[in-house]
């Protein structure tokens, strides 16, 4: 899949319009979005293309989530796109933009996606959660909301994450961008996941268990079996 920058704003935003993918975003930070991210290659790419996209990675010295997914979702070239804004210093995107000296500016994250985009499922990781700053005025909704893609909201399965995730979900319906699920990672905690569906208005659509061993095949194993196995995200993805 031949991907390039995008030169202007407009062509982008036609591109937008017809992309198909999730955008996984989060309770929090490291609440699993990189490995939900990689069990999606597991579960979907023997029936559709899919392509990994991390549009803003802070901390990146330690922590590259292009590498883990690739890694751990046994992804080739051309399902990984590794462009973006890349920050050295490991905090929130906007504080580590202006460490750097530098702006992160949406339209130009936004504009990375090309032409060759509407021919892949994206599977787009935010950073942190949905209103993690991204510069002084706006937060990683706003990049949510510029891409159009469904939100796959990634949640604790433990104590606190009934508010955390109805926050989250309430923050998104505010500007009615819709949400295509909830995964739960950590021990599976039925009251929880009632709590969610029920107050919320929402699926879980997956629990994900902590791994004991986290590799490509442990999270293969589980991935195609367990991992939405109703087949939820489909909707959402192109064939
Ligand atoms: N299902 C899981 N099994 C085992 N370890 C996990 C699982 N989900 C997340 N982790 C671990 O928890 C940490 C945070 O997960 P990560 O996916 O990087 O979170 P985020 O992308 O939200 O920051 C990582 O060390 C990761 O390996
Ligand atoms: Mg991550």
């Known amino acids: 899949m031949p991907i390039r920058a995008s030169e202007e704003r407009g062509g982008s935003s036609a591109i937008v319009d017809i992309m198909k993918g999730v955008f996984i975003t989060g309770t929090d930070t490291s ?20 392509c990994y996209w991390k549009p803003i990675q802070t901390g990146i010295e330690s922590d590259d989530d292009t590498a883990t ?14 462009r973006g804004v890349r920050l050295r210093m490991p905090v929130s995107p906007h504080l580590a933009a202006r460490l750097a000296g530098t702006t992160i500016r949406l339209d130009d994250v936004a504009g990375l996606i090309s032409a060759g985009s509407a021919k892949a499922n994206w599977i787009v990781e935010g950073a942190g959660g949905v209103l993690a700053p991204i510069n002084d005025s706006q937060l990683m909704i706003d990049l949510i909301e510029a891409l159009r893609l469904p939100a796959l909201l990634v949640a604790r399965s433990s104590l606190g994450t009934i508010n955390h995730t109805l926050l989250s979900l309430e923050a998104l319906r505010r500007r ?27 699926r879980v659509i997956a629990e994900a268990p902590m791994l004991g061993n986290l590799t490509a095949s442990s999270l293969a194993f589980w991935g195609r079996d367990q991992f939405d196995k109703n087949g939820l995200l489909m909707e959402h993805l192109g064939g």
């Open 31 to 50: 609440v699993g979005k990189t490995v939900v991210s990689a069990a999606v290659f597991h579960r979907y790419r023997s029936t559709r293309p899919l």
């Open 69 to 82: 997914v690739r890694a751990l979702g046994q992804c080739c070239d051309s399902e990984i796109f590794d």
């Open 176 to 202: 009615s961008l819709p949400v295509a699920g909830v995964v739960m990672v950590g021990e599976p905690n039925s009251e929880n996941r009632d709590a969610i569906e029920h107050y919320g208005e929402i």
